[in-house]
């Protein structure tokens, strides 16, 4: 248990549903963070929010919609997906922005986009 | 190729072997990090060398840091079936127009047999 709980674990959507993806961290930082993990691939830097405020966007596709209403929730919102989008969303958060120091991750949703 | 990079990209020992990842990365840091991931969960984070620190220790795992070759290994000592995992370097460096970026490398994939 890393105090950082993301649900769901695993979603299923078809290219034209809405879904969203939530995360919640309970250890008091103030920075919180989106991850894509795809096969064979690094870890990709989604979004980034310091105190609510979103300070990096990886030129991430806009059918991809994060939302930040307070230092504690992290939201990802999905609509119109394709199937490559189909990965490992990890949610993380850190005391600090810069420097982040240690991560601490949920634990994932797996999407898979058919 | 990518700011961190392990080395092997899979790796596969005896239960009670020592294993040894390495990691290289590009551009000058403020820390590294390795993380531990089991399969399909989060990140989990194991050790942080900053970049004035040549080497560290946390149980059984030792982490040394060389930046003239900009170079960094992970060696697990004694390892166990549990150690069964994909272990990741992340490098945190600042930005020349500010801030800190930490970055993740594609990971090495560990098995330890019984």
């Known amino acids: 248990e890393t105090g950082v709980t993301q649900t769901p674990r695993h979603l299923v959507m078809g290219m034209t549903n809405k879904k969203s993806l939530k995360c919640e961290q309970h250890?008091?930082?103030?920075?919180m963070y989106w991850y894509k993990q795809s096969a064979k691939k690094p870890l990709e830097l989604m979004f980034v929010?310091?105190?609510?405020?979103?300070?990096e966007n990886n030129s991430v596709p806009s059918r991809f919609s994060p939302e930040c209403p307070n230092s504690s929730h992290l939201f990802l919102h999905l609509h119109t997906l394709q199937p490559e989008d189909s990965a490992l969303y990890l949610c993380?958060?850190?005391?600090?922005?810069?420097?982040?120091?240690?991560?601490?991750f949920g634990e994932g949703s797996r999407l898979t986009v058919l | 190729s990518q700011q961190g990079e392990e080395d092997p990209q899979a790796l596969s020992i005896q239960e009670g072997e020592n294993a040894t990842m390495n990691c290289s990365y590009k551009?000058?840091?403020?820390?590294l990090q390795w993380y531990r991931q089991n399969s399909g969960r989060g990140l989990v984070h194991l050790i942080l060398i900053r970049s004035n620190e040549r080497e560290k220790h946390s149980g059984r795992l030792r982490v040394t840091l060389d930046t003239s070759k900009k170079s960094s290994s992970l060696l697990i000592t004694a390892s166990r079936a549990a150690d069964t995992a994909s272990y990741f370097c992340a490098t945190d460096a600042v930005l020349t127009g500010g801030g800190n970026k930490l970055t993740f490398g594609t990971g090495t994939q560990l098995k330890v047999e019984l």
């Open positions: 929010y310091n105190f609510k405020e979103q300070t």
């Open positions: 250890l008091g930082h103030n920075a």
């Open positions: 551009t000058s840091i403020n820390n």
């Open positions: 993380a958060s850190s005391p600090f922005r810069d420097p982040p120091g240690e991560l601490f």
